[in-house]
């Protein structure tokens, strides 16, 4: 009997229930639960899933239990990242939700990659050599199909675009001081997504190691948020094709993005200043590929966010939209 099996990935853009927030969890949840019913989901990775705290209780996901609710995710196994004290963390959660059992979960930050160490340039006052960190773990979990099948997932959400701050080079939240620091802050943000992207890229090849060991079919997918295109840098590097390389040996362990499949003019998950970016993806092995069946990016109804005078509360969906790869195991 087939096996169906529909991978979605989706940025809630801070999903949270904060009083007098606007718009409000209740208004949020009035059009994003629509969204995943669509998604028809068996797997789901979320990203920007904050955490809510009760007196005398760790803090945990409440918002997204309430988002869930009254649907058939809210009985499904879930995983997500947690902290030192194995509480959910405060902002940006990645979560899994799967209907299909979980058999182990890690979250990986700098095991496969150590922490760069960089002297800011325009810092006022200099400062001496710090370490570089990424801002978010990986969250890597294995999940059981069946008859001795293992889905190795990997949700992430990379650094965005957005400059990192550099002291006494910022006027305000939003105003730089000075151009060279508006451009050191952009070039350690892209040092923290493309250091990620490394991270990931050595981790999937140790799994490719284990599997070529175990002789377990190689089903790895990463979803998530990876603020970047394609054809940059960050998704060259977990990609690894060929043409890059140069090395046809390699060819079983690339990484296919799966909205290839998809028109390029419906090939977009958020818009910028009026532009339209793919900066969510789903990247499968070659292996998984042979059982693929296609790629759906919901983004009918998907806002700019970014142009003057718009703000969060007009806009109660997530600024991304929700992206779904299905694929029918035999």
């Known amino acids: 009997m087939a096996t169906p099996l529909r991978i979605a990935?989706?940025?809630?853009?801070?999903?949270?229930?904060?009083?007098?927030?606007?718009?409000?969890?209740?208004?949020?949840?009035?059009?994003l639960r629509p969204q995943?019913?669509?998604?028809?989901?068996?797997?789901?990775?979320f990203q920007e899933v904050n955490g809510q705290e009760f007196e005398g209780e760790p803090?945990?996901?409440?918002?997204?239990?309430?988002?869930?609710?009254e649907t058939p995710y809210e009985w499904f196994y879930?995983?997500?990242?947690?902290t030192t004290r194995d509480e959910a963390y405060d902002q940006r959660n990645l979560v899994i939700v799967s209907r299909y059992p979980i058999r182990d979960v890690q979250q990986i930050k700098h095991e496969y990659a150590p922490k760069p160490s960089y002297r800011k340039v325009t810092a006022d006052p200099a400062e001496d050599s710090k370490d570089i960190t990424w801002e978010r773990p990986i969250l890597y979990v294995k999940i059981d199909l069946g008859a001795g099948r293992m889905l190795h997932l990997l949700n992430v959400h990379m650094k965005s675009k957005r400059p990192s701050s550099i002291n006494g080079q910022k006027i305000n939240n939003y105003t730089w001081r000075t151009m060279a620091g508006w451009a050191?802050?952009?070039?350690?943000?892209?040092?923290?997504?493309?250091?990620?992207?490394?991270?990931?890229?050595?981790l999937i090849d140790d799994i490719f190691d284990k599997l070529d060991v175990s002789g377990e079919p190689k089903y790895i997918v990463a979803c998530g948020d990876f603020n970047a295109d394609v054809n940059e840098v960050p998704l060259q590097?977990?990609?690894?094709?060929?043409?890059?390389?140069?090395?046809?040996?390699?060819?079983?362990?690339?990484m296919i993005p799966c909205e290839e499949s998809v028109p390029e003019s419906a090939r977009y998950s958020l818009f910028h200043l009026g532009r339209k970016e793919m900066l969510d993806h789903i990247?499968?092995?070659?292996?998984?590929l042979t059982y693929y069946r296609g790629t759906e990016?919901?983004?009918?109804?998907?806002?700019?966010?970014?142009?003057?005078f718009r703000t969060d509360d007009k806009f109660p969906e997530s600024d991304h939209a929700p992206i779904v790869a299905e694929f029918v195991l035999p």
């Open 9 to 31: 990935t989706f940025n809630l853009e801070n999903l949270d229930d904060k009083p007098d927030e606007r718009p409000s969890l209740k208004e949020r949840i009035a059009v």
């Open 36 to 45: 995943l019913l669509r998604l028809r989901a068996d797997v789901i990775c």
């Open 59 to 69: 803090r945990q996901l409440d918002a997204l239990s309430q988002l869930l609710a």
């Open 78 to 82: 879930t995983a997500h990242t947690k």
């Open 184 to 202: 050191e802050g952009s070039f350690i943000s892209a040092m923290k997504r493309v250091g990620q992207a490394l991270e990931l890229r050595v």
């Open 237 to 254: 590097a977990i990609m690894g094709p060929v043409e890059e390389t140069g090395n046809t040996g390699l060819i079983e362990r690339v």
């Open 283 to 288: 990247l499968a092995t070659r292996q998984l």
């Open 297 to 308: 990016i919901h983004n009918e109804v998907l806002h700019d966010e970014s142009g003057a």
